[in-house]
């Protein structure tokens, strides 16, 4: 099976501008998580989708959003850019039910905001 | 507030040394913690545990979660240079929302 896959990996962007990152899961999967790394936090949890539906959401401001799609799929949109969003976005899959919810991450969207 | 916490933060050893990483969590509602292996971007499952005292094995690398105590150990023996990685403890604390506490990272450093 092919793994997590996002697009694209790497991103340059201005302060006030808006970017959308993609995530494609893993067959079968119908769970996609959102993450932030940054060296400062860590690894911080930004939403979950199943089955189009957001089911969780992290301490993040509306600017971040995102969405899922009927094929599993899942987008991220960050809106009005500032410095400070400069991390890598993880992106995970996973089955999303059951108790064995192991998630699996793609290899992430580096973005720099200058 | 649900916290994940591991120690040491960084670690150097040569190879052949035992290493053993520290992950200790303070959540509401455990169900399961996972250890992660990132070399360069993508996080790498190795591990999931739920039961206490069940130790998983997978060649070098072992672990082992104490949920009286609330925390898991990740042993890895015989390092190799290979192993330098950060090592992520997480804990999964919702029921079925896809979220994740990770713990801030053991960056592990094998010098030949």
């Known amino acids: 099976k092919a793994g997590v896959t996002q697009t694209p990996r790497y991103l340059i962007k201005t302060r006030g501008q808006q970017v959308t990152l993609s995530c494609s899961p893993i067959?079968?999967?119908?769970?996609v998580s959102w993450y932030q790394q940054t060296p400062g936090q860590g690894l911080q949890f930004l939403f979950e989708?199943?089955?189009?539906?957001?089911?969780n959401k992290g301490n993040f401001p509306g600017r971040f959003s995102g969405r899922q799609f009927s094929n599993s799929r899942s987008e991220m949109n960050v809106s009005t850019l500032e410095l400070g969003d400069s991390a890598l976005y993880l992106c995970?899959?996973?089955?999303?039910?059951?108790?064995?919810?192991?998630?699996?991450f793609g290899a992430g969207t580096r973005l720099s905001v200058l | 507030e649900d916290k994940v916490v591991q120690s040491p933060l960084s670690l150097v050893v040569h190879e052949g040394d035992t290493v053993t990483l520290n992950c200790s969590y303070e959540?509401?509602?455990?169900?399961?913690l996972l250890w992660y292996k990132q070399e360069k971007k993508a996080p790498t499952f190795l591990f999931m545990l739920?039961?206490?005292?069940i130790e998983k094995k997978s060649g070098r690398l072992s672990s082992i979660l104490d949920k009286k105590e609330l925390f898991s150990i990740l042993n890895i023996t015989a390092t190799q240079t290979g192993d330098s990685a950060v090592y992520l403890c997480?804990?999964?604390?919702?029921?079925?929302?896809?979220?994740?506490?990770f713990g801030q990272g053991t960056t592990l450093q094998v010098k030949p």
């Open positions: 995970a899959s996973s089955e999303g039910t059951g108790g064995k919810n192991i998630q699996y």
């Open positions: 067959s079968g999967h119908r769970s």
């Open positions: 989708y199943f089955s189009e539906t957001q089911r």
């Open positions: 959540v509401t509602n455990f169900r399961s």
């Open positions: 739920t039961s206490s005292g």
């Open positions: 997480a804990v999964d604390s919702s029921s079925n929302t896809g979220k994740l506490i």
